[in-house]
C-alpha cells in the first residue's frame, strides 16, 4: 500500500466515533516504534513532519524512513503530514516532495493575509491530491487550541490547575460544550486537537528520578481525548508523550548502565518504550485499533 491521503480515514473515524493518532516524527526510532504498533493493531496513523524536524533530519531522509514504515506495514494506511507549515513555499515544497496532507498555520498573520495564504495552498494541494489542515485566526502566547488544550509538556501553570488527595495536579476540563457547538454549526466536518499529549507522568518520574527536572509537568487527561474522539475530532496529535518516553527510557538506561555507549544500546529500549506507548493510545486512547 502506497502512503495514502487523510481523507477517507477521517470520513471513516467520524462517522465510527474514533480518532487517527498523528504522531510527530523527528528519526528511524520514532518512526519505528509508531509503525510497529499500528501494524501490529491494524490500525491507521498519521506520521507527522514539523518545520523544525525537516530542519534537522532532512526531508529526504524523513520522506525515505516514513517510505520503508509503508513497505514493512503493508496492511495499513499511512498518511505523512506537514505539522505546522508557515509559508506557502514550505507547504509547496511538501506536496512536490511526496507528503500527502500538509497544515499551512499562517496564524500569525493578520486575518486577511492568513486566508489568503491559506487559499493559495489549498488550491496548489488540491491540484495534486493533498489534503490541507489549517490554523485560522490570531492565537496569543503558545498556540492555545480553543477548547483548552495547548503544546508542550507544561500546558498548565499550577495556578490553573487544582491538586487531588496525593497532591498531584489536576488541569482544567476541556470545553466540550464548544466542540459540541462546533459539530452542530458544521455536521461531517473534521476537526483536529492540538497540543494533545497526556504527559505520562510515569515518564516524568523515571525523567526525574535519574538527573532531569520536570517540575508540574502536566497534560490533557486521556479520558477527555477519549471523549473527544468519540465526538467531531478525528486526528489527535501527540508529540511530547513519544519525547517522554525516549528521553526517560534514555535517562534510566544510563544510570543502571553507566558504560554503555552503543547507541543501540540504549535507542533500542527507547524505540520499544515509544512501541508501548503508541499501542496504549490506538487502543484505549484514540480507538482506532482494528480500523486499518
Partial sequence: MALVTTTEMFKKAYDGGYAIGAFNVNNMEIVQGITEAAGELKSPVILQVSKGARAYANHTYLVKLVEAAVI?????????????????????SCVDGGFTSVMIDASSKPFAENIEITKKVVEYAHDHGVVVEAELGTLAGVEAIAIGTSHGAYKFTPDQCTRNEQGILVPPPLRFDVLEEVSKRLPGFPIVLHGSSSVPQNFVKMINENGGKMPDAIGIPEDELRHAAELSVCKINIDSDLRLAMTATIREHFVQHPGDFDPRQYLKPARAAIKELVRHKLIDVLGCAGKA
Fill in 72 to 92: 514493512e506495514n503493508p496492511d495499513i494506511p499511512i498518511a505523512l503530514h506537514l505539522d505546522h507549515g508557515d509559508s506557502f513555499e514550505l507547504c509547496k
